[in-house]
């Protein structure tokens, strides 16, 4: 087992080497950031190496520790890495503003360094506890649902939700459930070139009192990459066969099979959208750079606020469809109260390339810098699930 890594982020360089000094004798690996956004650009890296846990400073230029610490809670990867805030100000009240940014652990400065290393090796035999727990048991974590949404069309959803799924197979080398809430008109499959035989209405007609584990397997329509496709209905008429109760019962099964499972969900809050993203642990939020994409975004915001969804549950994601123009990203950041966790850039022809083609950015043009940021986000989306699932689907 590797020495525990830890990220140190304080602007104060003479603060930040000492902490690095002591813990790097106490044969801790040590990184370290003299910004909160040089921090977050460390993480966001394609080849980013995780740490262990973060000790952060409060009072910092730019983005404060409250700031970070709470970004770090929105991120999927890094959402249960303990944190430990330093900072000069005392009182209850800071404290507070800490735990609630979703810190671990609050010390006031000047710090004394045996207390810092107890704390420290306090968390990580906490987090280590758990996950010999989990193992013991042989209980593997439940698949992380991960849903793509916006209340506008035609912002690219469901080409996300596709290449989301084909990255997180190839990332777990694994089968990745792909659900079409889409029920009017999903295409999913059609974006795979999948020719389904079944569809979520053969389900419906059952019901989700009588359905079982080999009939959702039965329904699958599977791709090369290890994405299977639970299809929409191929008619729009079909989609009132899809009730809340059934998709509830249908990621219920998945769940424990599964490391991820990825839903497409249409622009709307209906009942059965809302049972998908109710059981998501994280929702993709999908944008477009300009006034009416930011309206419907920051409207579904006020919902999910409203639905009391965690803060860290929904990351926004800024899918660039033009060359030129479009609002800058720091306004976009400040109106929705949130940074975006990943910016698809601008590609002129590759998604329509990749949609009649059938053939997944990430698969037919994986070098192209959407695809990599599709790839890059595949990898932050993924977290840090046990390496097997509990049972392997049916091929």
């Known amino acids: 087992m590797g020495k525990p890594r830890i990220l140190v982020v304080d602007d104060s360089k003479f603060s930040a080497k000492m902490i690095e000094s002591r813990l790097m004798a106490s044969g801790f690996q040590v990184d370290v950031a003299f910004s909160a956004e040089e921090a977050m650009a460390k993480l966001s890296a394609p080849d980013a190496v995780f740490p262990d846990l973060v000790i952060s400073d409060v009072v910092m230029p730019g983005l404060d520790g409250y700031q970070f610490c709470r970004w770090l809670r929105q991120n ?11 900072t000069s100000r005392g009182g209850v009240s ?20 045996t207390e810092l290393e107890m704390r420290i090796k306090v968390l990580l035999a906490r987090m280590k506890a758990v996950q010999s727990a989990a193992e013991q048991t042989g209980v593997a974590s439940p698949a992380k649902v991960i849903s793509v949404f916006s209340l506008r069309g035609g912002v690219g959803v469901t080409s996300v939700a596709v290449n ?14 792909l659900l079409d809430l889409a029920l009017e008109s999903g295409h999913c499959a059609l974006m795979l ?55 509830d019962t249908i990621l219920d099964m998945l769940r424990p099979k599964y490391r991820y499972i990825v839903v497409d969900t249409p622009s709307r809050f209906d009942e059965v959208t809302l049972t998908a993203l109710d059981q998501s642990d994280v929702i993709v939020l ?64 590759a998604f329509v390339e990749a949609i009649n083609r059938g053939v997944p950015l990430v698969i037919g043009q994986p070098q192209t810098p959407a695809a990599q940021v599709l790839q890059q986000l595949a990898q932050q989306l993924s977290g840090r ?8 689907s049916v091929r």
């Open 286 to 349: 999908l944008l477009t750079p300009e006034i009416a994409g930011l309206k419907v975004t920051t409207a579904a915001l006020d919902v999910f606020q409203a639905l009391e969804y965690p803060p860290q549950k929904t990351v926004a994601v800024l899918n660039w469809p033009f060359a030129q123009g479009g609002l800058p990203q720091k306004n976009i950041e400040a109106a929705l109260h949130m940074p975006l966790t990943a910016v698809i850039p601008h590609e002129r022809v």
């Open 164 to 177: 989301l799924a084909v990255a997180l197979a190839q990332l777990a080398q694994d089968d990745v459930p």
């Open 76 to 86: 999927p990867a890094t959402i249960h890495t303990p944190v430990i805030m330093l």
């Open 385 to 392: 699930l046990s390496p097997k699932r509990v049972a392997k």
């Open 94 to 113: 800071a404290k507070v503003d800490g735990f609630q940014a979703g810190a671990d652990d609050y010390l006031v400065k000047p710090v004394d360094p």
């Open 193 to 247: 070139d999948l020719r389904p035989k079944h569809s979520l209405a053969d389900l419906g007609d059952r019901g989700a009192d009588v359905i079982d584990d080999a009939l959702v397997e039965g329904a699958f329509v599977r791709h090369d990459s290890g994405v299977c496709v639970l299809p929409a209905p191929p008619a729009p008429e079909l989609a009132d066969k899809i009730t809340p109760t059934l998709v």
